[in-house]
């Protein structure tokens, strides 16, 4: 699901950091490929080592915990540091690729989790592939939950 954001993702910001870098047709492709991976590899990341409060935070409409922020910044330096080692490309032009990109697709994550109230995360559990509570983890939660309060 992830894929289809960064495919509009693509669309909206693409020709703009096209523009602003002197990038050939070949690293397009894969730079929206280490968005989607170093996004993906670190708001699971988060998820599953049970900071989906930061995460749901992050991507809602309210200002940012010091834990949002932080990872926002995570997602960040990783992008920075994958296409500045994997492609070959400077920092300055790494640094304004995700200055461009990651905004916007904050801001549709943002908006596909505000399909639903504020406190259900089954949307970001969709969009990262995460265990939310059909998931393995949470059957196992409610299992144990409920063993546990009998």
Do not use: Y
């Amino acid at each position: 699901m992830l894929e289809q954001l960064i495919n509009s993702l693509k669309s909206e910001v693409g020709g703009q950091i096209m523009s602003q870098t002197n990038l050939s047709e070949g690293h397009f492709d894969q730079i929206f490929s280490i968005i989607n991976d170093v996004t993906k590899k670190e708001v699971a990341g988060h998820i599953l080592s049970g900071k989906l409060s930061e995460v749901m935070n992050l991507f809602s409409n309210k200002p940012n915990t010091d834990g949002a922020n932080q990872l926002q910044s995570n997602i960040s330096s990783g992008v920075i540091s994958n296409l500045t080692s994997k492609l070959g490309l400077s920092p300055e032009e790494s640094n304004n690729i995700a200055s461009v990109a990651l905004p916007e697709l904050i801001n549709m994550i943002t908006k596909h989790n505000n399909s639903t109230p504020d406190d259900d995360p089954s949307p970001l559990h969709e969009l990262f592939g995460t265990p939310g509570n059909s998931g393995i983890l949470g059957t196992a939660k409610n299992l144990l939950g409920g063993f546990l309060n009998k």
